[in-house]
């Protein structure tokens, strides 16, 4: 009777908790007709890093995904090749040429006519699509179309560009190895934009991912239902940044929260002469400390630091941490190699504590996967041998924490900058260990000499413990290679944890690049040795390497990790592999034993298929070899327009199986237009921008009554990836901008169809944060255009002169044209805006050619755009 009431009760529930999902499904779709509806082949819209060979040329490419093609922008693409084709989305045209003006190319998709190196084809239109932004051809049609290989690598959204002829932007790059100029990848150079501040405010509202699951899992005589609600928030509360995770068990009643307040300044601006970046309270991270203290990625607690938000943690390590919605995994890439993957944990954060830095480029890429077929990459990238701190610069952190083992820890660490090439760093730790309270200190040197970075750490403990390490970064044949020793005398601590045989000495060796695979191909690889000498006298040793390759479209990585703890030997290997074949992306894992036998632990395959309407069907197999058992999952996700939703199930050889569904949605207010923006990626933990255009026609860069706004302007994002144009309205959303660091939102003049006119200002730097829209405002006028010539007075007649500088005066007394006289003396400047200048010659250029002027001109551009016609400008040498 008691299992009849059970099954009875799980039935009641399953039938009210699917009842209360239809209900939220079918409001959902009611609440997305509010968005305009939704195409029928809703496109997955993606952001990929353009690479060419080691340089990346953008990370912030906009493209599209229409079932098994991905669509790139023809016009964005072309400007970052340095090829001159210039689109017309709104017309649907495109011109220019190739290379070579003898090579034209033009476009018209009305028409269905292409015409590329003078010859024309009849054009296929299933592979264009016309967007607001730019024209989108299908990668395998724009490859056969440019002189480029174009590879599209899903997986780690990465666009890999490989040229079949040499093109203008490659001998620019060559140009500046030569000269020693911007070789690191990546490069930006600062635009110096004028910051914008986004205020604070008490209370704003905020963004919200949500996600609501709910699943229903039999096994043996028992069967299992549960629901739940998750929701992450962000956005400003008491004029602070504030974020809240909720998780809530909605069978149960349980729910788990974690909140934090504080702000963060990447130009060190908070709390008067403490001059700090980051001042917060709540759930906060504690950093590690070396040879002392592991990261501890969550705990209750208070921080307080002034170091660089953009830099690692500490001299030669690097965490990284953040918030993952429930049912997401991340994998995360180092120097392009798999290095670790993690799934989501019920506080909703990730974390990759203390990873190794190595001497040269260390490039971060965490790709994270949802769980209805959602794709999204973060990537941070630095030069270990430009972190070095300026002479005379002190930096701090410190922070009080109850981590989540409800242990309490304070750390407070500092660096100081002594000369160039020296840095020192020390501090204290206290930290529970063994169920006592434990103190540290820790004392630290850091130079860099040429190639080498050199370190000697010192650590005590209240109980007399001592540590020592020397260590040496450098690179051999293009290999980083890291080495480093340590003597331990009764010291014990996270990283040398308290035993019966306790360790006296500890030695690495950490060896990571790339080889050559011909082709130009390059095989990423990686190998780390540690040995500990015990007290008695014996040795642990730990081998582990990692080779991975990407080769006709498949991506392959092979880890093996090889360990003798007194005398007992083990080993085992993990190889994983992935690609796509006819649009069906297909990926698997190998997990094998070496030693004490070979044998195989677990192989899992899936697959996964972009169907039509916008669902994406994704299937699997694991099969368990130590303890025989296959498990079978399928899914079926779609994406609503501006929403998740996803069905999965799985069977077990074991005679278990269960059935989910899951629904996601993340909103934000888009405050200038005042309505809401729901999408089915991550929103809250980053910012946005609302960005208007108008014609300003007073000049005040305030947008008046009357005033025009302008519709089809674009914009960059750091230089890269013109990610949004503005409606008629003359306003534009850009979304998922970076938190916490300067980014540069730019005007791209070329979006604007009247070359006459031009924006006031050409770009502004703002800090974006967690769930805030930041609101700009780009005001463009109709500009005027000036042209005269330059002449030398020679035996009082006059001769027309090149190569002279001009200058472009306004009434601040700065520099805001420059032109250069040709061989007849003629010289334009165009893009003039409306005020008054001077014109005048170069004073440097007179001073270094030994020339006297003999005037200059008093220019007014009206807020018309006049054109300003025979300006003349004379020279003569001074007399010997």
Do not use: C
């Not at 060190?268 to 040879?291: E, F, K």
């Not at 080889?515 to 730990?542: C, F, H, M, T, Y």
């Not at 298929?609 to 996700?637: C, H, S, W």
């Amino acid at each position: 009777m008691t299992n009849n009431h059970s099954v009875i009760t799980q039935l009641a529930f399953i039938r009210k908790l699917f009842v209360t999902l239809l209900a939220l499904l079918l409001a959902a779709g009611a609440f997305a007709q509010g968005f305009g509806p939704q195409p029928k082949d809703a496109p997955n819209l993606v952001l990929l890093e353009v690479r060419l060979d080691e340089h990346s040329l953008s990370d912030s490419l906009t493209a599209y995904q229409f079932g098994d093609d991905v669509f790139l922008p023809l016009g964005e693409l072309s400007k970052l090749l340095t090829i001159a084709i210039r689109t017309q989305p709104a017309e649907g045209r495109a011109s220019g040429y190739i290379l070579d003006e003898q090579r034209g190319f033009s476009l018209d998709v009305i028409q269905r006519e292409v015409n590329v190196n003078n010859q024309r084809e009849v054009l296929d239109r299933a592979k264009v699509k016309l967007q607001a932004d730019d024209i989108y051809v299908a990668s395998r049609v724009l490859s056969r179309w440019l002189p480029v290989d174009l590879d599209v690598e899903m997986s780690s959204l990465t666009l890999r560009v490989k040229p079949r002829e040499k093109l203008p932007l490659q001998a620019g790059l060559e140009r500046k190895e030569r000269g020693k100029r911007g070789a690191a990848r990546g490069e930006y150079v600062d635009p110096d934009f004028p910051r914008v501040a986004t205020p604070y405010r008490k209370f704003d509202t905020p963004f919200i991912d949500q996600t609501l699951g709910a699943d229903v899992r039999h096994g043996g005589a028992a069967s299992q239902t549960s629901a739940t609600y998750t929701a992450y928030l962000t956005g400003d509360l008491a004029g602070l940044e504030a974020e809240l995770y909720a998780n809530r068990n909605l069978r149960e009643g349980a729910t788990d929260l974690r909140w934090s307040l504080g702000r963060n300044d990447p130009d060190a601006r908070l709390l008067g002469p403490l001059r700090a970046r980051t001042a917060m309270i709540g759930s906060v991270p504690a950093p590690g400390v070396a040879n002392i203290a592991v990261s501890s990625a969550t705990g209750d607690g208070a921080t307080l630091s002034n170091r660089p938000l953009n830099q690692p943690n500490r001299f030669d390590r690097h965490s990284l941490q953040g918030d993952l919605p429930p049912g997401w995994d991340v994998e995360l890439y180092f120097n392009d190699g798999l290095v670790a993957f993690q799934q989501s944990r019920p506080d909703g954060k990730y974390s990759f504590a203390d990873l190794p830095l190595v001497y040269g480029a260390n490039e971060f890429r965490l790709v994270f996967h949802g769980p209805l077929g959602q794709l999204r990459v973060e990537r941070q990238s630095f030069l270990l041998e430009q972190s070095m701190i300026a002479p005379g610069q002190a930096y701090y952190s410190m922070t009080r924490q109850r981590d989540e083992s409800g242990h309490a820890r304070s750390v407070a660490q500092f660096d100081w900058g002594l000369t160039r090439q020296l840095s020192a760093n020390g501090g204290l730790v206290r930290l529970a260990q063994d169920g006592k309270d434990k103190r540290f200190a820790n004392l630290g040197l850091h130079g860099y000499l040429n190639s080498y970075i050199v370190s000697a750490d010192l650590a005590t403990s209240d109980g007399g413990g001592q540590l020592a390490q020397v260590a040496l970064k450098t690179q051999l044949f293009g290999l980083s290679v890291g080495a480093s020793h340590a003597e331990l005398k009764d010291f014990s601590s996270e990283l040398y944890l308290p035993s019966r045989d306790p360790i006296r000495s500890r030695d690495e060796l950490q060896l990571d690049g790339s080889l050559p695979a011909g082709a130009g191909a390059r095989l990423p690889v990686s190998l780390q040795v540690q040995r500990d000498r015990l007290a008695s006298d014996a040795q642990n040793i730990e081998l582990s390497g990692r080779v991975s390759a990407y080769k006709f479209g498949t991506s392959v990585t092979n880890a093996l990790r090889w360990q003798s703890h007194s005398g007992v030997k083990t080993a085992d290997g993990l190889l994983q592999a992935s690609r796509r074949v006819a649009g069906i992306g297909v990926s698997g894992q190998l997990q094998y034993n070496i030693e004490p036998h070979l044998s195989t632990s677990t192989l899992a395959i899936s697959a996964d298929k972009y169907l039509d309407d916008g669902y994406l069907l994704n299937v699997g197999v694991q099969r368990g070899f130590q303890q025989p058992e296959y498990r079978i999952t399928a899914g079926m996700n779609k994406s609503l327009g501006s929403f998740g939703l996803g069905v999965n199930g799985y069977y077990s050889s074991r005679g278990e199986y269960g059935v989910g569904v899951q629904l996601f949605v993340a909103m934000g207010l888009d405050p200038r237009r005042g309505r809401w923006i729901t999408e089915a990626q991550p929103m809250a933990p980053t910012g946005a921008a609302s960005v208007r255009v108008f014609l300003d026609k007073n000049q005040n860069g305030v947008m008046d009554p009357g005033e025009q706004p302008l519709e089809g302007a674009g914009f960059t994002v750091n230089g890269g990836g013109t990610l949004a144009r503005t409606g008629p309205d003359g306003i534009a959303y850009l979304n998922r901008l970076p938190v916490k660091q300067n980014v540069d939102i730019g005007f791209d003049v070329t979006t604007l169809e009247d070359p006459q006119l031009a924006a006031q200002q050409k770009g502004f730097r703002v800090v974006p944060r967690p769930g805030k829209v930041s609101q700009l405002d780009f005001a463009v006028s109709v500009t005027g255009e000036i042209d005269g010539t330059t002449y030398m007075l020679v035996g009082g007649e006059r001769r027309a002169v090149g190569s002279l500088e001009l200058e472009l005066v306004d009434a601040s007394h700065k520099v805001v044209g420059t032109a250069r006289s040709a061989s007849d003396g003629y010289f334009v400047m165009s893009s003039v805006l409306p005020g008054n200048y001077i014109l005048r010659l170069s004073k440097e250029q007179l001073k270094r050619l030994d020339l006297s002027d003999m005037g200059m001109h008093l220019i007014t551009i009206s807020p018309d755009g006049n054109f300003v016609n025979g300006r003349e400008l004379y020279v003569e040498a001074n007399p010997k």
